[in-house]
C-alpha cells in the first residue's frame, strides 16, 4: 500500500490506537477517529489533524456513513482488561465480537483492508515459551475469547470473501497515555502510579508471572506496517519484542528509576491469569521488517517521565 491513504480507527482516542494516528499521520496518511469514549479521551487526540467521530462500533449505520471512502480500518476499539471480563462477560462480547463483526461487514462492503488488534491472551498457558502464531490457541479468560474471535472472523472474511486483512497480536503494550485511574488499568500504569504516589505496587500472586511488555510507540508502528505491507489474508502477527520481564523486576527497575525502593504487597492471584508470556517475533520480522526500537528500560523510563509530567507528585 502506498503513501497518503484514507484510514480510518477504531478506538482511535483510546492508549494505542492515539498512537497509532499519530504514526499514521507522520505517515502521510489521513486519519478518521471512531470511538465511543467509554475509556478512550478526546484529549488524546490533542493537537493531531483528525477528523474525530464520536459514536459506537455497534451502530451500524455510522459505521456505513463513515466508511466512505476510507482505503483501511484498524479496528482496535474493545473493553479491554481480563478481570472485567470475568466480572462481566456479556459486556466484553458485546463491545469486542458484536463490533468486530459489524466493522468487518461495513469495511467488506466499503472495499477497504482492515486490521484488527489481536492480544497474547490468545495463547493462554502454554508450556512452550516463545509464543508462535502456529501454536493452538487456548483462551483463559472471556476477554481472550472475544480477541480469538475476532481474529477468526478476519481470517473467514479473508477466505470467504477474498478481503485483505491481517491481525496483529499485541502483547502487553504499555506507555505514555495509558489510564491508571480504573482497577481494570494495566499493570505498569498502575505501578507507575503506586511508585509516583509513595504507595505499595499490589502482586497479585508471587509475581514472578512475566510478561514480553512492549512500548506503544513500537506496538503502534508496527500495526501501521501490517496495514501498508501486502500480507496474505488473514495472518496473524506478533508484536513484541520478544523478552520477558517478571512483576519483581518491574518494581525493581521502577525502584531504580525512582532512585528508592518501591515497596510491594502480595495479593490474591487473579483468576483466568497467565504465568508467563513471551512472543516469538521472527514473522514480523519476515514479513513486516519489524523489530522493537525500545528497550524495556527506556520505554519504562518515558513512561514514569511522563505520569510525572501528568500527575506531579513525590517520586
Ligand atoms: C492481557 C493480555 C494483553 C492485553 C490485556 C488487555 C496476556 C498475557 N496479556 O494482559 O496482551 O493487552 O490483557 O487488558 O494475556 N497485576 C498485578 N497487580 C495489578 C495489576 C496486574 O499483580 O495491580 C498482574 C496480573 O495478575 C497479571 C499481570 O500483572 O499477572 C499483568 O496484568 P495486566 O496488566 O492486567 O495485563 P494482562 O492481563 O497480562
Not at 37 to 48: F, W
Not at 54 to 66: C, F, K, N, S
Not at 289 to 312: A, I, N, R
Request: net charge negative; with cysteine.
Amino acid at each position: 500500500m502506498s503513501e497518503g491513504k484514507q484510514f480510518l480507527i477504531t478506538g482511535g482516542a483510546g492508549f494505542i490506537g492515539s498512537h497509532l494516528a499519530q504514526a499514521c499521520l507522520s505517515h502521510g496518511h489521513r486519519v478518521r477517529v471512531l470511538d465511543n469514549l467509554a475509556t478512550g479521551l478526546e484529549s488524546n487526540l490533542e493537537g493531531m489533524d483528525v477528523d474525530f467521530v464520536q459514536g459506537d462500533v455497534r451502530d451500524e449505520a455510522l459505521l456505513t456513513r463513515i466508511m466512505q471512502g476510507v482505503d483501511g480500518v484498524f479496528h482496535l476499539a474493545a473493553l479491554p482488561s481480563v478481570p472485567r471480563s470475568v466480572k462481566d462477560p456479556y459486556a466484553s462480547h458485546d463491545n469486542n465480537i458484536t463490533g468486530v463483526l459489524k466493522v468487518l461487514i461495513a469495511a467488506r462492503d466499503a472495499g477497504a483492508k482492515m486490521v484488527f488488534a489481536g492480544s497474547s491472551s490468545a495463547y493462554g498457558d502454554t508450556e512452550v515459551l516463545p509464543k508462535n502464531e502456529d501454536m493452538p490457541v487456548r483462551p483463559l479468560s472471556p476477554y481472550a475469547v472475544t480477541k480469538v474471535a475476532g481474529e477468526q472472523y478476519l481470517q473467514v472474511f479473508a477466505r470467504v470473501y477474498g478481503m485483505p486483512t491481517a491481525i496483529v497480536r499485541y502483547f502487553n503494550v504499555f506507555g505514555p497515555r495509558q489510564r491508571n485511574d480504573s482497577p481494570y488499568s494495566g499493570v505498569i500504569a498502575k505501578f507507575c502510579r503506586a511508585a509516583l504516589e509513595g504507595e505499595v505496587c499490589k502482586i497479585e500472586g508471587d509475581g514472578l508471572q512475566s510478561r514480553d511488555f512492549t512500548y506503544v510507540a513500537d506496538a503502534a508502528r508496527g500495526t501501521l506496517l501490517a496495514m501498508e505491507k501486502e500480507v496474505p489474508g488473514g495472518e496473524v502477527i506478533n508484536l513484541a519484542g520478544g523478552n520477558r520481564i517478571s512483576l519483581l523486576d518491574l518494581v525493581s527497575s521502577l525502584s531504580k528509576l525512582c532512585g528508592r525502593e518501591v515497596g510491594i504487597q502480595h495479593v490474591a492471584d487473579r483468576p483466568g491469569d497467565v504465568k508467563h508470556s513471551q512472543a516469538d517475533v521472527n514473522k514480523a520480522l519476515r514479513l513486516l521488517g519489524f523489530e522493537t526500537e525500545y528497550s524495556f528500560d527506556e520505554g519504562l523510563e518515558k513512561t514514569l517521565e511522563w505520569y510525572k509530567k501528568e500527575h506531579p507528585a513525590p517520586c
